[in-house]
């Protein structure tokens, strides 16, 4: 009798742990059904920038690639060039952190970047799906580094 008590109770505990986890999570970042719609990998296919109505060079540049990678709670981008960091264009770039997902308004905290004065930041976007793409379009504000511009990038999910 008294096992049986202990494996009542026991189940009892983590349903209602895993219960008060989802309700939390789903609270804090969003639904879970459009962060499962969003996880993936995707290649960044064209990106402007404009700086006070003026459209900076887009990206990728040429001989570069970028891509930007969901899960549940996180994204990660990594841009590199495709010479192998020979040339004019030699680069490589990473970044990630958490993002929040409310509908269409995608939040993303910056927790690692390889410029490191955007880390600990937030930066506000919209996002737009349609099958496989995904628009991204927001301001990118840093004060500390007198930055502000409007991006707009748009990716192809990676099959």
């Known amino acids: 009798m008294r096992s049986t008590f202990l494996v009542a109770a026991t189940l009892l505990t983590l349903c209602s742990c895993n219960n008060n986890t989802s309700t939390t999570n789903t609270a804090a970042t969003g639904s879970?059904?459009?962060?499962?719609?969003?996880?993936?990998?995707?290649?960044?296919?064209?990106?402007?920038?404009?700086?006070?109505?003026?459209?900076?060079?887009?990206?990728?540049?040429?001989?570069?690639?970028?891509?930007?990678?969901?899960?549940?709670?996180?994204?990660?981008f990594f841009r590199h060039d495709l010479s192998q960091g020979k040339g004019a264009n030699a680069i490589y770039d990473s970044g990630g952190g958490t993002y929040t997902l409310t509908g269409d308004q995608y939040t993303e905290h910056l927790v690692y970047c390889g410029g490191r004065e955007w880390e600990n930041h937030d930066f506000n976007f919209t996002l737009t799906r349609h099958a496989d793409s995904l628009i991204q379009k927001g301001v990118e504000k840093l004060d500390s580094l007198h930055i502000e511009r409007e991006i707009v990038e748009t990716y192809v999910k990676v099959q």
């Open 32 to 76: 879970t059904a459009q962060k499962e719609a969003l996880t993936g990998t995707y290649k960044l296919v064209s990106s402007t920038i404009q700086v006070k109505g003026d459209t900076a060079q887009p990206l990728p540049l040429q001989n570069q690639e970028m891509i930007k990678i969901f899960n549940g709670s996180h994204f990660a």
